[in-house]
């Protein structure tokens, strides 16, 4: 048996069905950037497996990944700093209950 397209979209349909139902249901705000990180190598997969088998000489799928790599990484900064600075000022870092863009 080879492995297909059709393989990799599902891998990668169920990894983006998986972050997205953790970044909903989360309460702890580290959980929320790990779900969104897995919908980032969602992302991944489908840029790699089309760039494979549509068109392989090309390489924009690769490049497309390295960019997003690039932007979950900086994502990943910026989160995990906020995530910290809320836990320093509140002792916690559940997303519910962290209020400080309300009036």
């Not at 990894?15 to 580290?30: Q, S």
């Not at 959980?31 to 760039?51: K, P, R, T, Y």
């Not at 989160?79 to 863009?101: K, Q």
């Amino acid at each position: 048996m080879q492995v297909g397209l059709i393989h990799f979209l599902a891998l990668s349909a169920v990894l983006f069905c998986i972050g997205m139902y953790g970044a909903l249901t989360r309460r702890n705000a580290i959980g929320v950037l790990m779900s969104i990180e897995l919908m980032f190598n969602a992302v991944n997969i489908n840029f790699i497996a089309f760039a494979k088998f549509i068109n392989p000489a090309a390489i924009t799928g690769q490049v497309f990944a390295v960019f997003v790599i690039t932007v979950a990484a900086a994502e990943a900064t910026v989160g995990l700093a906020i995530v910290l600075l809320i836990y320093r000022n509140f002792r916690e870092i559940f997303v519910d209950r962290v209020n400080l863009m309300k009036w």
